[in-house]
């Protein structure tokens, strides 16, 4: 895909090097020459030095041809006026990094396709972390009415696995859980799951799970943690 992206910071130099060792073909704007100049020499990515919030900077970044438009401004209001600009010239995807949900409607009717809360992210994540140590939040879905978590099952698990398709009768995977991959720590690959496949300790489990799912599991987690090892 060709893919624009608003902004040099932190947060664009690192999507436009994710999508680079993809295979996307990615221009970067950037208002500072020094950071264009350094984002080229380090990680090989196209730069226009310009303000991405003018039309004539867009054409020069190829905006017309674009597959997919992304906002990683640090104001709102220039995110906003990208997102305009962007829809304008009918970019069919454009994503936008948001730090004001008083913005979300905004940005909607300005074309937006996809929204990243950054603060309600970093809330939802910091408040998981702590009622949940044992579990990671690796992103919400649908506005918070699902998360996508990954555990590790402790050294405590049964050493011989237990099999997903009884690991889900369980009461804590009895509802609104869905196992969407499993990592094991000697092959590194993720996997997954079917129901006759078995998970070990050290397994790195990744679930999609709504309600009070979080909760149920991490009790589940705590109960094994306490049984003696094998």
Same mark, same amino acid.
């Given at each position: 895909?060709?893919?624009?992206?608003?902004?040099?910071?932190i947060s664009g130099s690192t999507i436009a090097r994710y999508l680079? /060792?993809?295979?996307?073909? &990615?221009?970067?704007?950037?208002?500072?020459?020094?950071?264009?100049?350094?984002?080229?020499?380090?990680?090989?990515?196209?730069?226009?030095?310009?303000? *991405? %919030?003018?039309?004539?900077?867009?054409?020069?970044?190829?905006?017309? %041809?674009? /597959?997919?438009?992304?906002?990683?401004?640090?104001r709102d209001e220039d995110n906003l006026t990208f997102t305009l600009l962007a829809h304008s010239k009918k970019v069919p995807r454009i994503l936008i990094q948001m730090r004001d949900p008083a913005y979300r409607q905004a940005y909607m009717l300005a074309g937006a396709t996809s929204i990243c809360d950054m603060n309600s992210m970093f809330t939802s994540k910091m408040l998981n972390e702590l009622d949940s140590p044992l579990i990671q939040v690796i992103t919400e879905?649908?506005?918070? %009415? *699902?998360?996508?978590?990954?555990?590790?099952?402790?050294?405590?698990f049964p050493s011989h696995g237990i099999r997903v398709? /009884?690991? &889900?009768?369980?009461?804590?995977f009895a509802h609104d859980c869905?196992?969407?991959g499993v990592i094991d720590e000697r092959s590194e690959k993720i996997?997954?799951?079917?129901?006759?496949?078995?998970l070990y300790p050290g397994n790195k489990v990744f679930m999609v799970v709504g309600g009070k799912g979080i909760t149920a599991i991490e009790q589940y987690l705590e109960k094994i943690d306490k049984q003696p090892t094998g």
């Open positions: 895909m060709y893919i624009v992206v608003a902004g040099g910071g680079l /060792d993809r295979k996307h073909d &990615v221009v970067v704007i950037e208002k500072d020459r020094e950071t264009c100049e350094e984002l080229y020499a380090h990680i090989g990515v196209i730069t226009v030095h310009g303000n *991405a %919030k003018t039309i004539e900077v867009l054409h020069e970044a190829g905006i017309e %041809k674009a /597959d997919a438009a992304i906002a990683t401004l640090y879905i649908e506005g918070g %009415k *699902a998360q996508l978590i990954m555990f590790e099952l402790p050294a405590t398709q /009884d690991m &889900v009768k369980d009461p804590a869905v196992f969407a996997v997954v799951p079917r129901g006759n496949d078995r």
